[in-house]
């Protein structure tokens, strides 16, 4: 009996040791991989490992650290939409009749997913229900979603950028219009169309050249709505650029729905709130679901910060903001245990470079979240191998099905974070933030690969 309590305890402190030396190598093939990166020395390279069945960290690096999570946030704020509004919960564009007067009322949610399609489509629906004349005015209800356009600490000389742009409830095509530049003859002026015609300002100062040097951009501080070319061009271009006012598109595209589907329309465009005594004529339908799964995997701002202001809508029952939706934030991690005390968000899509989280915090509420009610809806939503479209499409094809996660690029920060199962089958929560890159990213990408493979093969 004596040798078999001598051979239990042995059989133990062998267990303790060998446990010990697997952790210990395993964290020592993390630190010779990032020591030995040609980033580490000039860049910040924060990383938290924590196993996702009970929690506990098994590796970090500068892991206490508040660094700036870009677009890896999205992984954070869609599950407070999520969590809020339900996964049942229906994003719509809805028409209604005013019973006590001739006119139509557009109720507005900001979805992010409304096509100018779409928009044509509800009114052939509305033409084959009420007809072809609309004898008094169109009255927009927008107050579901506020007017502030972009978020704190959004970036002036972003306006041209196409994965910013300007939001409220008019959302319509993204937000973006498609402008080709065609060469002509050498030292004329190219051409200039506009996909999806869009009566937008022109002032070509182009030339077609020999060479290869122009900007097709707007600038708000001349004005608004005006796209200038300017350079020299030799080759087609095409580039998405985003409009100048969200509400002036959206009129326009309304305007063109009505004439394409032949309804005669003489009233006024206005807005105001949807009266009570209304009748739903037809609707635009989009899942909730597909808008957050859509946001996570290509990683849209612009869904992103509507999700979350629609999420402070309806549980503050009054036009979301993103204030709003930040309380909503903190009592939702709060509440599961992932405590905000010592972060900082302004936005929800992580393009604030006000925003500061640590990678500790962040595999902290990945673990709280796993025991959320719509956990495996939001899991689905983030970026895998499998999704043809998405972030990380040509990054780790040998991780099919064993990788779920939220990338994060702005300028200077790369970022990834999510759920991992190794070869071993151990699941992991995981968070890895780059900080002061100089250059492109594609780097600070690749160490994050190598991190992810040492995770999948050692882990």
């Not at 700036?68 to 939409?81: I, M, N, R």
């Not at 507005?108 to 005015?137: A, C, R, V």
């Not at 001349?222 to 200038?228: A, L, R, V």
């Not at 309806?314 to 245990?337: H, P, R, S, V, W």
């Amino acid at each position: 009996m004596k040798n078999f309590k001598q051979l239990v305890i042995l059989f133990f402190l062998i267990s303790i040791l060998c446990c010990g030396f697997t952790k210990s190598k395993f964290n020592q093939n993390l630190d010779k991989l990032i020591n030995n990166s040609n980033i580490e020395k000039q860049s910040l390279i924060s990383v938290s490992i924590r196993n996702a069945n009970n929690g506990k960290i098994i590796y970090e690096r500068y892991a206490d650290k508040l660094l700036h999570p870009a677009s890896t946030l999205k992984a954070f704020s869609t599950a407070v939409a999520l969590n809020s509004l339900g996964k049942d919960y229906i994003v719509s564009t809805k028409i209604y009749k005013d019973k006590n007067s001739k006119n139509i009322f557009i109720k507005l949610s900001g979805d992010p997913m409304l096509t100018s399609w779409n928009l044509k489509s509800l009114f052939k629906e509305f033409s084959h229900k009420y007809g072809q004349n609309i004898d008094g005015n169109i009255i927009i209800d927008s107050f579901k979603i506020d007017d502030v356009p972009w978020g704190t600490g959004w970036m002036w000389d972003d306006e041209n950028n196409k994965f910013m742009p300007k939001f409220n409830a008019y959302n319509l095509d993204k937000n973006l219009i498609n402008i080709k530049v065609i060469p002509t003859t050498p030292g004329n002026t190219p051409k200039v169309k506009i996909s999806n015609f869009y009566p937008v300002k022109i002032v070509n100062d182009a030339i077609t050249s020999m060479t290869h040097n122009i900007t097709v951009q707007r600038k708000t501080w001349i004005d608004t709505d005006t796209i200038f070319i300017e350079g020299a061009i030799n080759k087609n271009i095409s580039v998405m650029r985003p409009v100048g006012t969200p509400y002036n598109y959206f009129i326009y595209r309304l305007k063109q729905a009505l004439k394409e589907n032949k309804i005669k329309f003489n009233g006024k465009v206005i807005e105001n709130k949807l009266p009570k005594d209304v009748e739903l004529i037809c609707s635009h339908n989009k899942k909730l679901t597909d808008e957050i799964s859509y946001t996570n995997k290509i990683s849209y701002n612009l869904g992103a910060e509507i999700l979350f202001k629609l999420a402070a809508a309806e549980a503050f029952n009054k036009t979301g903001n993103t204030n709003n939706a930040i309380k909503l934030f903190k009592e939702f991690y709060n509440n599961i245990g992932a405590n905000t005390k010592n972060i900082a968000i302004f936005d929800a899509s992580g393009v604030s470079h006000n925003d500061l989280l640590t990678t500790n915090w962040m595999t902290g509420a990945l673990f709280k979240l796993q025991k959320t009610k719509d956990f495996k809806t939001y899991k689905m939503s983030l970026a895998s191998p499998t999704d043809t479209s998405s972030t990380i499409k040509n990054r780790y094809p040998y991780l099919k099905g064993k990788l779920f996660v939220k990338t994060g690029t702005l300028a200077g920060i790369s970022g990834i974070t999510g759920y991992i199962t190794t070869n071993i089958k151990n699941k992991y929560a995981f968070a890895v933030l780059i900080q002061n890159c100089k250059g492109n990213c594609s780097k600070a990408k690749l160490l994050e690969d190598k991190i992810i493979k040492c995770i999948f093969s050692n882990g």
